[in-house]
Structure formats: structure tokens, C-alpha cells
């Protein structure tokens, strides 16, 4: 009685003529829609916040993303001074600002 069975040595698999490339394509076509849909809109929102943030002049009127308005009294290299009430001024990073206002929107300051 033999308790080993004999292995055979199986057929080499077919050769697939596109190289493989039919079981990439699914993945390559999710990275091609991931760039577009989220990758390439967020780097044009970082691209127009930073030559928003460039443009700032002593004046503009600005809400930061914390959701302080305030008009733009002293502008340095890294930080603002807001001007968020009558002789009240703060100073946050450039960066926080969120959005720029038209001119007259805080006219209460």
C-alpha cells in the first residue's frame, strides 16, 4: 500500500500576450481618476490661497479660517495684525487667512 501519491508536473499557463498589462489597467485607471478628482483640485486651491495670502495689503478687510473679521492694520513676514475692533488689534499667522472681503464690508470697525 503506497500513502504517498505521485505528483505530476502540470501544463506551463498560456503566455498572455499583453504582458500583463490587462491586470494593471484597472488599478493605473483608478489612479488617473484619483488624481483628477481629488489631487489636482486641491493643489489648485493651495496654489490660489498661497497668491491670495501674497496679495494682502494694510486695509483689506479679511476673515481668518477661524472665523475672525478684521481689517489689516501691519502686515509681516509670517503674521498679521487685525485690526478687530476700535484699537484692538491681533496678530495671527498669514496662513489663517481664509478669505479676503469686499472693501465697506466691515464698516462697524
Not at 484597472?26 to 481629488?38: A, D, E, Q, S
Not at 472665523?67 to 501691519?74: F, K, L, Q
Not at 484699537?87 to 466691515?106: D, E, F
Amino acid at each position: 500500500m503506497v500513502l504517498i501519491s505521485n505528483a505530476y508536473a502540470q501544463a506551463a499557463a498560456s503566455q498572455d500576450p499583453t504582458g500583463g498589462l490587462m491586470g494593471m489597467l484597472p488599478l493605473i485607471l483608478m489612479f488617473v481618476v484619483l488624481y483628477f478628482l481629488m489631487i489636482r483640485p486641491q493643489m489648485k486651491r493651495a496654489k490660489e490661497h498661497k497668491s491670495m495670502v501674497e496679495a494682502l495689503a494694510k486695509g483689506d478687510e479679511v476673515v481668518t479660517q477661524g472665523g475672525i473679521a478684521g481689517r489689516v492694520a501691519e502686515i509681516g513676514e509670517n503674521f498679521i495684525h487685525l485690526e478687530v475692533a476700535d484699537k484692538t488689534n491681533i496678530v495671527v499667522q498669514k496662513q489663517a487667512v481664509a478669505t479676503v472681503l469686499p472693501k465697506g464690508t466691515l464698516k462697524t470697525l
